[in-house]
C-alpha cells in the first residue's frame, strides 16, 4: 500500500498538469532544459570552451544525472511502462541522456569527433518542452492530422522536379553544368523552392524560359502546404470547443472541459468519450 501510494504521488507530481506540485514540477522542468541546452549552445563556441570547458563538463553531467533520474521516476510511476518508454516523449527523454553516458564507453582518441557529434544529439532535451505546451500540442495533431494531404503534395512535387529536371537536362546538356538528370533533378528542386544557389545556371534561351517556368510553379504551389497546415490548424482549434448544449438555456459552444454552462452556471451534461 505504501509502495502504491507512493507510485501514485510520483506519477501526480511528473505526469499531472493539473495540481500544484504538478505545476511546480513542470516549471522547474522546463527552466532547467533551457539551461541545459544553452550550456550544448555555448560548449560549441571554441572560445568559451577553452576557457569554461571544465565547467561546462560537470553542468552537463550534472543535469544528465538530473534527466536521467526524471527518466527512471517517470518509467516507475507510469501505469504502461512499456507504452511510456516507446512513446515520442520517451525516446526524447531517453535520447537527451544517453549521448553523454556513450561518450564514457567508446575508446580512444581517435574517436573524440564522434564524441562530439554524439553530443549533438542532446539538443533533443528542446522537444521535452513540446508536452508543456497546449499549442505546441495543437500544432502537432494538425501535422498529424495533414499527413496524407502533404505526401500527396510530396509527391506531385517529386514527379514535377524530375520532368523538369529532364527536361533541362535535355535543353541545356553537360556543357552548360547539367552533367546528369539527377544533377538537374537537384537544380529544379533548389528553384522550385526558391532557394537559387546559382552553382548552376541555364544558358540557352530555351532552357532559361523553362527555368522561367519553374520558378513560377514553384511560387504558385508554395502556398498549398501552408494552406493545408491553416486548414488542419483551424479545425484543429475548433475541435477544442465542444457542442454540448446546456438543459437549462440551450446554450451550446462550451469547452470541451468546461463542468459549468458560461451562460447559466448550471452544471452541463457528461463530455462524450471520444473515440
Excluded at 76 to 83: A, M, T, W
Aim: with cysteine.
Amino acid at each position: 500500500m505504501v509502495e502504491a501510494s507512493l507510485r501514485e504521488k510520483t506519477y501526480q507530481v511528473i505526469f499531472g498538469t493539473d495540481t500544484p506540485a504538478g505545476q511546480k514540477f513542470d516549471i522547474a522542468l522546463i527552466y532547467v532544459i533551457l539551461l541545459s541546452v544553452l550550456a550544448i549552445v555555448l560548449d560549441s563556441i571554441e572560445s568559451v570552451n577553452g576557457q569554461y570547458g571544465l565547467w561546462l563538463f560537470r553542468l552537463e553531467w550534472f543535469f544528465t544525472l538530473l534527466f536521467s533520474v526524471e527518466y527512471l521516476l517517470r518509467i516507475y510511476s507510469s501505469p504502461k511502462p512499456l507504452h511510456y518508454m516507446f512513446s515520442f516523449y520517451g525516446l526524447v527523454d531517453l535520447l537527451s541522456i544517453v549521448p553523454t553516458y556513450l561518450a564514457l564507453i567508446v575508446p580512444g582518441a581517435n574517436y573524440w569527433l564522434v564524441i562530439r557529434l554524439l553530443r549533438v544529439l542532446r539538443i533533443f532535451r528542446v522537444f521535452k518542452l513540446v508536452r508543456y505546451l497546449s499549442e505546441a500540442n495543437i500544432l502537432l495533431r494538425s501535422m498529424y492530422a495533414a499527413r496524407r494531404k502533404v505526401l500527396v503534395f510530396f509527391v506531385v512535387v517529386l514527379v514535377l522536379s524530375v520532368i523538369f529536371g529532364s527536361l533541362m537536362f535535355l535543353v541545356e546538356g553537360p556543357g552548360n553544368g547539367f552533367t546528369s538528370i539527377p544533377r538537374s533533378i537537384y537544380w529544379t528542386i533548389v528553384t522550385i523552392t526558391t532557394v537559387g544557389y546559382g552553382d548552376i545556371t541555364p544558358q540557352t534561351p530555351v532552357g532559361q524560359i523553362l527555368s522561367t517556368i519553374i520558378m513560377l510553379t514553384g511560387y504558385s504551389i508554395i502556398a498549398i502546404p501552408t494552406g493545408i497546415f491553416t486548414a488542419e490548424i483551424a479545425r484543429e482549434m475548433h475541435s477544442e470547443i465542444n457542442n454540448r448544449q446546456c438543459n437549462v438555456c440551450d446554450r451550446r459552444g462550451h469547452h470541451r472541459d468546461a463542468e459549468y454552462c458560461h451562460q447559466c452556471g448550471v452544471t452541463l451534461p457528461e463530455r462524450l468519450v471520444e473515440n
